[in-house]
């Protein structure tokens, strides 16, 4: 029975790869077909692909600046304390802002080197039917596989990471700081001195947001294609997907 379930998505992929070559309207200029990739050269080629974009992503992110200096993904105050912000600013503690801005960017930056492994685990555990559905699917396709299987588990491997980088680069103290100053404002809503729980979901957010990039740019750009295998695998799929 086992052996049975194992075949029915070889089966699929085998069929779905194959019916794109089915018989159409002959044209003057009859494009030259590509030889149809086994399973198994499908399914490596798309770890191969995702191993290098979560790679790439993963180290670009916990270098330096990798979160500070992307204005896509830089780690700004809170929505809820943004209105803090912009009283501690007019009352000249811009330089207590720019280094609470300055030591959460650092911490996400910090956390980001835990995600290699997670992602690495998740396209390990990947079945031919997930390689159909990224293969064959949407543009992001593969970034929203990660979502759905690696989201929890950065969760819980980021926050300790956070919290602790958020001490070691001063951001629990200048955080912390800031929410006090504002705080002794009369007549203002508390800010909440607590900002861990903020900063792992932005890091986790600038994680997917770097991974749907590179995505994008092995699904679109040839040059990205560094293997011999993504190039025959992906070559294939772009012309069965015009």
């Known amino acids: 029975m086992k052996k049975a379930l194992l075949i029915i998505p070889v089966l699929t992929l085998s069929f779905i790869l194959s019916s794109y070559n089915a018989p159409v309207n002959s044209t003057p200029a009859k494009a030259v077909q590509l030889p149809i990739p086994s399973s198994l050269d499908m399914g490596k080629a798309l770890k191969q692909a995702l191993q290098q974009g979560t790679a790439k992503s993963s180290d670009q992110l916990s270098a330096l600046n990798g ?6 993904i830089k780690i700004l105050f809170p929505p809820q304390a943004q209105k803090a912000e ?19 960017n650092r ?3 910090d956390a980001a080197k835990q995600a290699k492994p997670i992602f690495i685990n998740a396209i390990t555990h990947m079945t031919l039917q997930d390689v159909s559905n990224i ?8 970034t929203q596989y990660f979502k759905k299987t690696t989201t929890d588990q950065l969760t819980a491997s980021f926050k300790p990471v ?7 680069t001063n951001a629990t103290k200048y955080y912390g700081q800031a929410a006090g100053e504002y705080n002794k404002i009369p007549f203002v809503s508390k800010m ?3 900002i861990s729980a903020y900063v792992t979901q ?3 957010d ?3 947001h770097e991974i749907a990039l590179e995505e994008l740019n092995i699904r679109k750009n040839i040059g990205a294609r560094s293997t011999p295998l993504l190039q025959k695998v992906f070559a294939f799929v772009d012309q069965k997907k015009k």
């Open 67 to 72: 979160y500070f200096g992307n204005a896509a």
């Open 86 to 104: 912009k009283t501690l600013r007019s009352i000249g503690l811009g330089k207590l802002c720019d280094n609470v801005i300055l030591s959460l």
């Open 107 to 109: 911490a996400a930056e």
């Open 135 to 142: 293969l064959l699917g949407n543009q992001d396709a593969a």
């Open 162 to 168: 956070i919290q602790n980088s958020l001490d070691k």
């Open 192 to 194: 909440n001195p607590d």
């Open 202 to 204: 932005k890091a986790i």
């Open 206 to 208: 600038g994680l997917f």
